[in-house]
């Protein structure tokens, strides 16, 4: 038989004018150019085109020894891969490469005159075949469009189900899952589990996780605890939360063909990313809700990121940092909300700490905040060099820093970073940092100047513009922060201010004065009516004060006859030009006041 496929190659070739000749060439240049638009059409759409190869598919199944080869007759649909050939034909075996036309035009020829051709030779891994010989034979009968073709059967046992529309990663993942019900044995322990995923890898991430899970439990308890004990305790008690998580957020949604499984895979490493990188855990909501902003494939989601980036860069080219608006109003809460589930508003406490005494004094209010929010306390410092990192300067830095952590008995960590950036390198730094804190803390060292052009060039200008939490200003040593007062106008930006001021005083059992300063344009008695029936409704009984004057004077005048100890203030008011050039009552509080200063957004 292979002489005669032999002579009939020869004679397609050099008999032109033999008409079955040239249709069997005729429809091999056909099935090229469909081969063609096959492959461009699976790199537009992300479905692969290639066949599967045998070896690569064996050795992912950990297939066993092959059985005694029958004859029988298969479906074509079945036959998804080749042993040798694999690059030679695309997944639905139209040729791939010119030079096949003679040995596919001779089978073609065959077949055409009705010659009987020998059955071809494959392998079965479950429910799919790969052929070992016959390639050609299986491409025409494919183009013929026939359902069945005659082969010798050699059967290979794996318990991996794999299927005919399975690509290579769905035959990697089946793999994986394979070896982890092996390993867990999650079909015994919970049977109704639904640990399904999209993307190869996701698997050993789970494996990984359960280990990790394994290793502290067994710590807690003082002795190694049994494996499968940990396995039921992370499904129960680390996995399925995150997928309530899910479930609420409806994050499923900005991952379309994406399960719950892969996005807990997700979102636990991007959360492990992030803790690294930070030097402090980072909470899980918080890590789904930017994996959501930076990774989503939703459409609105990429347009948002694809036009904010463009904004950002155009910004950054055209702008000065302090004319930047920054975040709008109320983003930061809407933002935590979600993710503190323990309603505690300072659990992870950022810190700037360069050494001077005023940071140290920055450091102590800080502390204040974390032991009466239960939480921690991160400082940053930072060096103008990668080399100055390990230097003596920065050991005794670290020394003092958990010294006080220590005096103030509370969990505090200091990261050392390089600045990254020429201006404002520490207002930089925290500003990168500020998403994954509640509040940012440090020192007022230099207030706003007066003059517009060093307003331009303010830090702390930037850093209030820009900051996307809460930030407390120090200009001076801490105070208990148990009188607090706001200042408030109605605006969204007060409003804020008012929530946090009504948070610290009904939390901490303290006092609180709201203050609206009457003026030119500003009604006051609306606002501190508003105010009123806002802190009442929180059990905080508020005094409201009406002052006359300028804004600055009339806040740092009251806060004197109130003997207030910690001022709370919604920011600027007006876009960053205006702010820049005629100044601002902040800017004039931060300039004259040594009292803690709480600004919201």
Request: hydrophobic content about 40%.
């Amino acid at each position: 038989m292979v002489r005669r496929l032999e002579m009939e190659r020869f004679s397609v070739t050099n008999a032109p004018n033999d008409p079955q000749s040239n249709a069997a060439l005729g429809q091999f240049r056909a099935a090229r150019r469909r081969a063609d638009w096959e492959q461009m059409w699976g790199r537009l759409t992300g479905k692969s085109a290639q066949l599967l190869a045998f070896d690569e598919v064996r050795a992912y199944v950990k297939a066993n020894t092959p059985r005694q080869r029958v004859r029988k007759t298969i479906p074509l649909a079945a036959i998804v891969g080749s042993v040798g050939r694999y690059q030679d034909f695309t997944r639905s075996f139209l040729p791939k490469r010119d030079s096949d036309r003679s040995r596919w035009a001779s089978v073609r020829r065959a077949a055409l005159d009705h010659k009987p051709l020998p059955p071809i030779d494959v392998y079965r891994l479950g429910d799919v075949y790969f052929v070992q010989d016959g390639n050609h034979r299986v491409s025409v009968a494919r183009q013929m469009q026939a359902e069945d073709i005659d082969a010798y059967v050699t059967e290979i046992e794996t318990s991996v189900p794999l299927q005919p529309d399975d690509n290579l990663d769905a035959v990697i993942i089946k793999a994986e899952y394979a070896e982890f019900l092996e390993y867990t044995e999650m079909a015994r322990l919970r049977p109704d589990h639904q640990l399904l995923v999209t993307a190869p890898g996701h698997y050993t991430t789970l494996l990984e996780m359960i280990d990790v899970h394994h290793y502290y439990l067994s710590r807690e308890a003082n002795g190694k605890i049994p494996y499968d004990e940990a396995v039921v305790d992370w499904y129960d008690n680390v996995y399925l939360p995150v997928v309530d998580l899910v479930q609420e957020w409806g994050i499923l949604h900005s991952f379309p063909g994406r399960t719950e499984t892969d996005l807990y895979a997700w979102i636990a490493k991007h959360r492990a990313d992030i803790s690294r990188e930070m030097g402090w855990p980072v909470d899980t909501g918080a890590a789904a809700q930017d994996l959501v902003e930076r990774f989503s494939g939703r459409g609105d989601k990429v347009v948002t990121r694809l036009a904010g980036g463009l904004w950002a860069r155009l910004a950054g080219l055209l702008l000065p940092a302090a004319l930047d608006p920054g975040p709008r109003p109320g983003a930061w809460r809407r933002e935590w909300l979600p993710t503190h589930h323990l309603r505690r508003l300072f659990q992870d406490v950022l810190v700037a700490v360069d050494g001077s005494p005023q940071s140290w004094h920055a450091v102590e209010q800080a502390g204040l905040l974390v032991r009466r929010d239960g939480g921690d306390l991160h400082g940053l410092h930072i060096v103008a060099s990668e080399g100055e990192r390990t230097g003596e300067p920065v050991r005794a830095i670290r020394t003092e820093f958990e010294r006080r952590c220590r005096a103030l008995e509370i969990r505090g960590d200091l990261r050392v970073q390089a600045a990254a950036k020429r201006t404002h390198p520490i207002g930089h730094a925290l500003v990168q940092r500020a998403r994954w804190a509640d509040i940012v803390v440090l020192p007022l060292n230099h207030p706003p100047r007066r003059r517009p052009f060093a307003r331009i060039n303010s830090g702390i200008g930037v850093l209030v513009r820009r900051s996307p939490r809460p930030l407390l200003l120090v200009p001076g040593p801490a105070t208990p922060m148990q009188h607090g007062l706001v200042a408030y106008d109605g605006s969204p930006k007060a409003q804020e201010a008012l929530f946090v001021a009504t948070y610290l005083a009904a939390r901490w059992k303290g006092k609180l004065t709201v203050v609206a300063v009457m003026g030119a344009g500003r009604v006051a008695d609306e606002a501190l009516g508003t105010a009123y029936e806002y802190t009442r409704r929180r059990g905080v009984a508020a005094e409201c004060i009406r002052a006359e004057g300028p804004v600055a004077a009339a806040l740092l005048s009251t806060a004197a006859e109130q003997s207030a100890d910690h001022l709370i203030l919604g920011g600027y008011g007006h876009a960053p030009v205006v702010e820049v050039v005629l100044g601002s009552a902040v800017d004039e509080v931060l300039r004259k006041t040594d009292l803690p200063i709480l600004i919201c957004r």
